[in-house]
C-alpha cells in the first residue's frame, strides 16, 4: 500500500513530463497516420484509411527500407556486442591502473558532436577518402572501395557512436559478477573457456541484453549519421520519415512509419526481454 | 582422498611477503584447521592449495602428484566459499551436478550421484529451487554437496561459517563434523574462530603474520601453547610481563611489586623477559583463603552477568586488574564490587612464555 504509493510518487515527476510532452503528442499524431494524402493538395480532413499502413507492409520500397533498419539495428547491435565485451571484460578484469584511463578512452566519443564524428568518417570513409586513398598508394586496391552511401557505411559509423553505451553496460553488468562463481567453476573442473560460457557469459545476460536494447533502439531511430553517411538515396526508417514529413510534407505517411517503428522496437525489446528471462534462469 | 603436502611454500605480493615458508602437511582423511586472525596468510594458503593463487615459492603436493603449477581444474579438489558462490542462474540439482558434468557424467549412476550428495546435507527435496529461494545454511549445504559430489581428492573451506548467526553456525558445525566422519577426506578448513577449529579438527594450525605458529591436536594447542601468540589468541587470558625468578627451575615469575607467580614450566632463560597468560575460566574464585599453586588476595572492581558465566574484574594489591570467569551457578557467582577474595590458579594453567608475537 505505503510502497505503491511511494513508487508512484517516485515516477510522477517523469511521467507528467512523458505524457504532457511525448505521450500526448504522439497520441495526437494518431489520427493523422489514418488520414489519406493528395500530392498538391495535402492530408483529406475526416477521411479514414488503412492505406498508410497497407503500404508500408505491401510497398517493395517501403519494405526494404523496414527490413533494411530492421538489419542494421541487429548488425549494430550484434557488431557492438562483440566489439565491445572484449573492451569490457578489459576494463573490469584487467589491471585496475588501466580502468579509468579505459574507460574515458571508451566515453571520450561522446563528448564529440553526433555531426562532427560523422563527418569524420565521410572524410575517411568517401571515394578520396584517407582509407582509399591509402589502400590505393599501397597498391593493395585498384578502385576505390564504395564505404560510404551503402549498408557498410552506415554500419561503421553507428558502430562507433554506440559503442560507448554498449560497452558501459557491460562493464555494469561484469562488474556484479562474483570472482568466487567463477573460482568456484574452475575448481569443480571448468577450464578457462568453460568458466566464461558456464558462468561468465550467463549472469551477464542481464547487461548483454540491457546494452542490446539500448544500442538495438537507438540505431534503428538514428537519424543524422544514416542521412549523412547513408546519403539521399540510401534510406532507413527515420531518414524517411524524416524525408516524408519535411520534403513531401505528407504527413500521413509519416506518421504511419513512425507508429510501425515504435510497434517494432517494442516488440523486439519485449521478445529480447522473454528470451533473455529464460536464457538467465530468472523466468 | 590424499595427502595434501605444502614444502616452504611462500607468497610476496611485491616485496610484501604474506606467507612465509610454511611446511605443513595433512594426512590422508584427516581434518587440519588453520586458525589465525584476520590477515595471517591462512586464506592465501588456502587459495594457493585450489589453485587460484600462484605461490612465489615452493610446492604443494596431493597424493602423490604435485599440482604447484596446475591449474584449479585439473587439481580435483573441492572448494567451500564463505560466500556460498553458488551458480545462481542454475537449480541446486544443476549446481550440484557442475562438477560431475565436467567430469564427463552422465546417466542414471549420475543423477543418483547428485542426489546422494544432496541427501547428505538433507536437501534431497531441493533439487528443483534456485539458491536465491534457499536460506543461508541451506545455500552453504548446497555449496557443500556440490564441493563433496565430485569426490574431490582434498576438500577446502574458506570460513565456510562465518556469514551464519550463532545458533545455525553450531548445527553447522555438528552437521559438518558428521558430513567428514562420514566421507573421510583430507580437508583443510580455514576460520578465525577458535571454538570453531578445536571443535571440528583433528589437528589445528595456528598462524599469525605468515607464519606457523603451532601445529597440534586441539588438546595441545589450548593446554600447551608453544608461543607467546598461540597462548595469547587461544581462550580468554589475561597477560601479565615479567621476567623469570631466581634461576627458572622452579617456575617463579617475578610480575613486579611484589607479585610473583608460579608457572609449571618456564622455557626462558632466568632474569629474561616473559609473558605470562592466565585464562579468564582457569582461576577459580574462593571467599576464604585456600592452599594452591598461585593463591592471590584481591577486591571484585566489576561484575558483569552474560548468561552461563559471570565475569569478574579483579584488583590485585600491586595494581594489577585481572578478568576472571565463572559458572554463574557456582559459588562465589554474586559478588558485589568491593568485597575482597581469594583466586587460585594451578601452576599448570599459567604459561609463560619469552615475551613476543603480539597479538592483533
Redesign the interface.
Known amino acids: 500500500m505505503n510502497s505503491a504509493r511511494t513508487g508512484l510518487l517516485l515516477i510522477a515527476p517523469l511521467a507528467i513530463v512523458l505524457v504532457g510532452a511525448f505521450l500526448v503528442s504522439v497520441l495526437l499524431l494518431a489520427p493523422t497516420s489514418f488520414r489519406e494524402y493528395l500530392p498538391g493538395t495535402g492530408i483529406v480532413p475526416d477521411s479514414w484509411t488503412l492505406e498508410n499502413y497497407l503500404r508500408i507492409a505491401t510497398d517493395d520500397f517501403y519494405r526494404e527500407v523496414v527490413w533494411r533498419t530492421l538489419a542494421l539495428g541487429l548488425g549494430v547491435t550484434a557488431a557492438c556486442l562483440m566489439l565491445g565485451y572484449p573492451v569490457a571484460y578489459l576494463i573490469v578484469r584487467g589491471d585496475p591502473r588501466w580502468r579509468l584511463p579505459l574507460t574515458l578512452l571508451v566515453i571520450f566519443p561522446l563528448m564529440l558532436n553526433l555531426v562532427v564524428r560523422s563527418f569524420g568518417w565521410i572524410a575517411l570513409l568517401t571515394n578520396r577518402g584517407l582509407v582509399n586513398n591509402l589502400l590505393m598508394s599501397l597498391g593493395i586496391i585498384d578502385e576505390p572501395l564504395k564505404l560510404m552511401f551503402n549498408l557498410t557505411g552506415v554500419m561503421i559509423g553507428m558502430v562507433h557512436i554506440y559503442l560507448p553505451f554498449m560497452v558501459l553496460m557491460l562493464v555494469a553488468a561484469l562488474q556484479n559478477v ?1 570472482r ?2 567463477e ?10 573457456m ?1 568458466v566464461f560460457t ?2 561468465t557469459l ?2 551477464t ?1 542481464p547487461g548483454i541484453i540491457a546494452g542490446s536494447i539500448l544500442v538495438f533502439v537507438l540505431s534503428i531511430s538514428a537519424l543524422v549519421t544514416p542521412r549523412m553517411l547513408g546519403g539521399p538515396t540510401y534510406q532507413v526508417m527515420a531518414t524517411l520519415i524524416y524525408d516524408e514529413y519535411m520534403q513531401l510534407l505528407d504527413w500521413s505517411s509519416g506518421s504511419a512509419l513512425s507508429f510501425t517503428l515504435v510497434a517494432i522496437a517494442v516488440a523486439i525489446i519485449w521478445l529480447s526481454n522473454r528470451a533473455a528471462k529464460r536464457w ?3 523466468a | 582422498m590424499s595427502r595434501l603436502v605444502l614444502e616452504h611454500v611462500e607468497k610476496r605480493y611485491g616485496t610484501v611477503p604474506v606467507v612465509k615458508d610454511v611446511s605443513l602437511t595433512i594426512e590422508e582423511g584427516e581434518f587440519v584447521s588453520l586458525l589465525g586472525p584476520s590477515g595471517c596468510g591462512k586464506t592465501t594458503i588456502l587459495r594457493m592449495v ?3 593463487v600462484e605461490p612465489s615459492a615452493g610446492s604443494i603436493r596431493i597424493g602423490e602428484k604435485d599440482v604447484t603449477n596446475l ?3 585439473k ?1 580435483q ?3 567451500v ?1 564463505q ?1 556460498y ?7 541446486v540439482f544443476e549446481n550440484v551436478a ?2 560431475l558434468r ?2 564427463g557424467e552422465s546417466g542414471n549412476g549420475f543423477s543418483a550421484r547428485v542426489r546422494e550428495a544432496l541427501a547428505l546435507v538433507r536437501l534431497a527435496d531441493y533439487g528443483e529451487r ?1 539458491p536465491r529461494q534457499l536460506s543461508g545454511g541451506q545455500q552453504q549445504r548446497v ?1 557443500m554437496a ?2 563433496i559430489a ?1 569426490r574431490p581428492r582434498v576438500l577446502l573451506f574458506d570460513e565456510p561459517l562465518s556469514n551464519l548467526d550463532a545458533k545455525l553456525r553450531d548445527e553447522m558445525q555438528i552437521e559438518l563434523k558428521r558430513l567428514q566422519a562420514e566421507l573421510a577426506i583430507t580437508t583443510l578448513f580455514v576460520t578465525h574462530d577458535q571454538s570453531e577449529a578445536l571443535s571440528l579438527s583433528d589437528r589445528v594450525c595456528v598462524m599469525h603474520d605468515g607464519i606457523i605458529q603451532q601445529y597440534a591436536p586441539p588438546e595441545d594447542i589450548y593446554h600447551r601453547p608453544a608461543t607467546a601468540f598461540v597462548a595469547s589468541f587461544i581462550g580468554k587470558p589475561n597477560r601479565l610481563s615479567g621476567t623469570v625468578a631466581g634461576n627458572g627451575a622452579d617456575g617463579r615469575i617475578d610480575c613486579g611489586q611484589g607479585l610473583t607467580i608460579r608457572a609449571a614450566a618456564v622455557a626462558a632463560r632466568a632474569g629474561s623477559a616473559v609473558d605470562v597468560f592466565i585464562r579468564q575460566e582457569a582461576i577459580r574464585l574462593s571467599t576464604t583463603p585456600e592452599a594452591a599453586d598461585n593463591a592471590l588476595a584481591g577486591t571484585v572492581a566489576m561484575r558483569s552477568f552474560s548468561g552461563a558465566h559471570v565475569q569478574y574484574v579483579v584488583r590485585l594489591p600491586n595494581g594489577t586488574e585481572l578478568v576472571v570467569e565463572t559458572p554463574s551457578s557456582g559459588p562465589a557467582s554474586d559478588l558485589a564490587p568491593g568485597s575482597a577474595i581469594h583466586l587460585l590458579v594451578s601452576a599448570a594453567d599459567v604459561f609463560a612464555l619469552p615475551a613476543a608475537g603480539r597479538a592483533s
Do not use: E, K, W
Not at chain 1, 573460482?183 to 578457462?192: D, F, H, K, V
Not at chain 2, 558462490?85 to 537449480?91: C, D, E, Q, R, Y
Open positions: 562474483p568466487d562463481v573460482a568456484a567453476a574452475a575448481t569443480l573442473g571448468s577450464g578457462r568453460h558456464a558462468v550467463p549472469l545476460a538467465a534462469g530468472l | 585450489a589453485g587460484l591449474p584449479p581444474n587439481r579438489i573441492g572448494l566459499f560466500s558462490a553458488l551458480f545462481p542462474h542454475l537449480t557442475f562438477g565436467r567430469q534456485y555449496a556440490r564441493a565430485p
